[in-house]
């Protein structure tokens, strides 16, 4: 039987009641799983397409570049806990002092693996800098290990960090910064194991603790020295790494995207896909919880204090590049499949706080998984924006263990869990919930409990869904795919309900 559309929940999609699936949750809300570090909703900015230039910078009318304000105000309104530059595979094709003293007199790089492009280096660390003052974040800086020497790393380093009196802080104060920066996180090296040198875990591990031994502590800032860490599922990696430096690691770098196979295999529309092309995106964004759990099991092998972090220092959607934009810039559209990816992807992260601490996603502005797009002046907020704005509530609360009847969404004879979700406490008591429903057919009824306490009453909702799996905000439609107030969650003597839309993302805040 098919209900009426006033009697359908939230934003009336269509439904069978006799067809919609029913769901229990249990949470635990004096239970501790750990707290969801806010580092885990970091992100990143490489020099590659239009993310730094036209993207976090605009040309002014005399021709410099200048830091866009519409771009920052949003990104603080998300709150950007730290940002990673400048790469990426371009941080083995930058050097640092390139990008230092007067613009007319820094030298230029060819960008190779990003279109080719001329670098003319007026974005360097200076600037780079003042955009972490704007957005009152954090930075990570990466290092080259691929192409550069021991000397350029640590004198970068003393560059940004030294306080007293040495050569890099002189230089740095001639360039008009007295003051150092206090970089705590430093890359060594990006993804060695391919575009920064194609090398061997051993040999790898071997130049790690080289480079890493003139990473020194100047004044209040001790490194916190970040390893290339594996490539998706190479466990070997990880291992060989963990063996011969894990005693000289505070975090290894891992990255995983949604690609079938590597980058230049053919990816998918971001736009133009059927549900097959829903499913296994969903399928590969959901592989990051057994690449979590593997990787912490060798971890925990030779770090079982797990001192050293696993930080997913790049994860996100990899598309085709949009058509008609240049070649090599990974500019791609964002949907609501993207979104939900995203928000799939940090309840993962939630559920492997013991040593998951930092996480960046692939990349803030016009580079793949982004947040922003911009068009001339224009810009647009991404669904996967509206994922991170909705998921702030989790960050530094503490995790709540759940138990959740997840599911099954199905698809040609194959299946994945429909339900996903985060539970979480602050510091102020109050607790939040968001639950993804993966499943583009079918809307879901969860019901959940609190275990010993009782639930009062829903104090707010927000959804994220739409009719076609494929929504997206574009430069003249930006709003086509917003949170909206949800209205389908009600508690009935201490036991709450909630309808969830197929293809949905809902947060709520509940009082107990
Ligand atoms: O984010 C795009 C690229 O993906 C990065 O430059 C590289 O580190 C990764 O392979």
């Known amino acids: 039987m098919t209900l009426p559309k006033l009697l359908l929940p939230a934003l009336g999609l269509a439904t069978t009641l006799a067809a919609q699936p029913s769901h229990e949750m249990t949470i635990d809300a004096t239970g501790d799983n750990g707290q969801i570090s806010r580092h885990l909703y970091g992100h990143f900015a490489e020099h590659l397409g239009r993310g730094i230039y036209d ?20 990104m603080k309104e998300l709150g950007v806990p730290n940002l990673r530059w400048p790469g990426g595979c371009f941080a083995d094709y930058y050097f640092w002092e390139h990008g230092v003293g007067p613009k007319d007199e820094r030298p230029t790089v060819v960008n190779n693996l990003w279109g080719g492009v001329t670098e003319d280096n007026s974005v360097g660390t200076h600037e780079f800098m003042d955009l972490v003052a704007e957005l009152e974040t954090e930075p990570i800086v990466v ?8 000397e350029d790393m640590a004198n970068w380093w003393q560059y940004l960090n030294h306080p007293g009196e040495s050569p890099m802080a002189k230089r740095r104060a001639e360039n008009g910064r ?18 920064g040198g194609h090398m061997r875990p051993e040999f790898y591990a071997d130049l790690y603790r080289q480079y890493s031994t003139f990473l020194h502590g100047y004044g209040d800032v001790s490194p916190f020295r970040i390893a290339t860490g594996p490539a998706g599922n190479d466990y070997v990696w990880t291992e060989v790494l963990m063996e011969r430096a894990g005693d000289r690691i505070d975090g290894i770098d891992l990255h995983h995207y949604t690609l079938d196979g590597s980058w230049t295999t053919h990816k998918g529309q971001a736009v133009n896909f059927d549900e097959g092309g829903w499913f296994r995106l969903m399928e590969r964004a959901m592989e990051m919880d057994e690449l979590l759990t593997n990787h912490k099991a060798i971890m925990d092998t030779y770090d079982p204090e797990k001192r050293v972090w696993l930080i997913v220092g790049e994860w996100g959607t990899w598309h085709e590049q949009e058509e008609g934009s240049t070649p090599g810039f990974l500019y791609q559209q964002n949907t609501l499949r993207d979104a939900l990816t995203a928000s799939v992807t940090l309840d993962i992260f939630h559920q492997h706080l013991d040593r998951v601490k930092m996480a960046n996603i692939a990349q803030t502005i016009n580079v793949l998984q982004a947040m922003i797009l911009t068009d001339g002046e224009r810009m647009l907020r991404t669904p996967t924006y509206h994922t991170f704005d909705m998921y702030k509530v989790h960050r530094d609360a503490i995790a709540l263990p759940f138990e959740l009847d997840r599911g099954e969404y199905e698809r040609d ?25 993966i499943d583009p057919n079918q809307s879901r009824t969860v019901t959940v409990s609190l275990g010993e306490n009782t639930l ?12 076609a799996m494929n929504t997206h905000n574009t430069f003249d439609a930006p ?12 508690v009935k003597k201490g036991t709450l309900t909630i309808e969830l839309p197929a293809k949905s993302l809902v947060t709520l805040e509940l009082a107990d």
């Not at 150092?180 to 890359?187: A, D, E, K, L």
């Not at 869990?417 to 939040?432: K, M």
């Not at 709003?479 to 009600?490: E, M, N």
């Open 55 to 74: 993207g976090f910078w605009k040309k002014d009318s005399a021709d410099q570049y200048i830091i866009r304000d519409d771009v920052v105000a949003a």
């Open 143 to 150: 290092g080259n290990v691929g192409s550069g020497t021991v």
């Open 178 to 195: 007295e003051e150092p920066w206090n970089v705590r996180f430093f890359g060594v090296g990006n993804e060695s194991w391919g575009c």
């Open 413 to 437: 004879g194959e299946s994945l869990p429909a339900l996903s979700g985060t539970a979480s406490i602050d510091a102020e008591g109050r607790i939040h919930l968001s639950l993804t429903n």
């Open 456 to 467: 009062k009453r829903v104090v707010s909702g927000r959804i994220l869904t739409a009719d």
């Open 479 to 490: 709003d086509t795919l917003v949170p909206q107030l949800f209205s389908g969650a009600k």
